[in-house]
């Protein structure tokens, strides 16, 4: 892959093709930049940045990630320029595309790192993130899906807004009416995908959670829709939303804002019953979030016939043993992986042995050379 004017690499190649790959290096070199580019590559979002601005090289006005990726389908080239002040143009095999989510879906990751450590105890939103990651990489059409509800949403919440102010809004009733129709319609697209998503999940990931655990705790993985539907068709869900929406129509318009749909969707997580979010000890939660990051690797793998890339940054050292066995017992050498570290120490000499170790220094990636 390449990277130019990305985060702190100005003009880097290099070659990722050893099943597992391990990124040495101090604090804030670019190893996290790096897994950064290609979960770019992968679902066209960052988990760190909220703007492009962010990733393009300070004092430079674009940054180009490019990636060569071969898989069983073949070869494939996947390039996303990062304009400021513009938008991304992604290229596919060098050509042009109309849109970003024409190049998705050909790379495939799964990431896990510290941040995700939190995600029982983080908010609603981010485990919403976490299942729109997945679907976008299964099916990139849902990038549209999500785009189409953000904009209605936003444009439904500005009116609801000015009455919310206490400005008269005339004919309310009316305009309000023509939104819920396209926010049912729209919304139901995205809760629709991320109910089913949940449910081929939700048995992996408890599987899982068996394994590790010994087999001593049950995690249920429950998706809990704002809205709930009972059948999967999309004229029932939006019926259900239209009935929502008119439920709370009047506190709508008190508040000034949505309250009913996807954006405040949320995924409960529950071990034997109880909430793990508020009884979970720290390392039932760890456990949790390990059995949903290999459910995550194994449902990929299901749907694209292939394993994915899996990024670990930062993370291996969190874990213990028995936690860390698992995760590479898992992985072998069948997963391609990247695991970023400071301190080659912390890996296990069989494993050291297969890695390919890379050098990660102040935006430049080096190989290790073997020691005499
Ligand atoms: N847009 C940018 N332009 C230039 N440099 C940047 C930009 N964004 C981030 N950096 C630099 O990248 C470095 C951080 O890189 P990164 O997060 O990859 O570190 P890391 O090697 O993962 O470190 P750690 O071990 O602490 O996780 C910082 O020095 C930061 O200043
Ligand atoms: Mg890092």
Not at 22 to 37: H, M, P, R, W, Y
Not at 226 to 245: G, K, M, R, W
Not at 287 to 308: D, N, R, S, W, Y
Request: glycine residues 6%; hydrophobic residues 40%; proline residues 3%.
């Amino acid at each position: 892959m390449h990277l130019y004017a990305f985060r702190n690499y100005s003009d880097q190649t290099l070659t990722l093709s050893s099943p597992k790959t391990i990124l040495v290096g101090d604090n804030a070199q670019g190893k996290s930049n790096l897994l950064e580019a290609i979960q770019l590559l992968a679902t066209g979002r960052s988990n760190r940045a909220l703007r492009d601005r962010d990733l393009i090289q300070k004092g430079k006005e674009q940054a180009r990630v490019t990636a060569r990726v071969e898989r069983q389908a073949g070869t494939v080239e996947l390039e996303l320029l990062l304009r400021a002040g513009t938008r991304r143009l992604a290229r596919l095999n060098g050509e042009n595309q109309r849109r970003q989510a024409d190049i998705l879906g050909y790379l495939n990751c799964v990431c896990f790192s510290s941040l995700d450590l939190d995600l029982v105890r983080a908010s609603p939103e981010a485990r919403r993130t976490w299942l729109d990651g997945i679907l976008i990489q299964i099916e990139p059409i849902y990038v549209r899906l999500l785009e189409q509800y953000q904009q209605i949403l936003q444009q439904r919440n500005a009116l609801l807004k000015r009455t919310g102010d206490g400005t008269p809004v005339p004919d309310i009733l009316e305009q309000l009416a023509l939104w819920n129709g396209q926010l049912a319609r729209a919304g139901s697209q995205v809760m629709r995908r991320r109910s089913r998503l949940l449910e081929r999940l939700a048995p992996l990931a408890r599987r899982w959670h068996g394994s590790i655990s010994g087999g001593r705790e049950q995690l249920d993985v429950h998706y809990a829709p704002q809205v709930q539907f009972l059948a999967d068709d999309s004229q029932s869900v939006q019926t259900a939303f239209a009935e929502a929406l008119q439920a709370r129509q009047a506190l709508e318009l008190l508040r000034g804002t949505t309250l009913v749909g996807p954006h405040r969707d949320e995924v409960e997580l529950t071990i034997d019953g109880t909430p793990a979010r508020q009884f979970g000890s720290q390392g039932q939660q760890r456990t949790l979030v390990l059995a949903l990051k290999l459910a995550e690797l194994e449902l990929l793998e299901q749907v694209t016939g292939e394993p994915p890339l899996l990024l670990l940054d930062d993370v291996l050292a969190e874990l213990d043993l028995q936690r860390q066995d698992q995760l590479l017992g898992t992985i072998q050498d069948r997963v391609q992986t990247i695991v970023t570290t400071t301190h080659l120490g912390l890996f296990d000499s069989h494993w050291l042995q297969s890695a390919t170790v890379l050098t990660v220094e102040q935006g430049s990636v080096l190989p290790v050379l073997a020691q005499p």
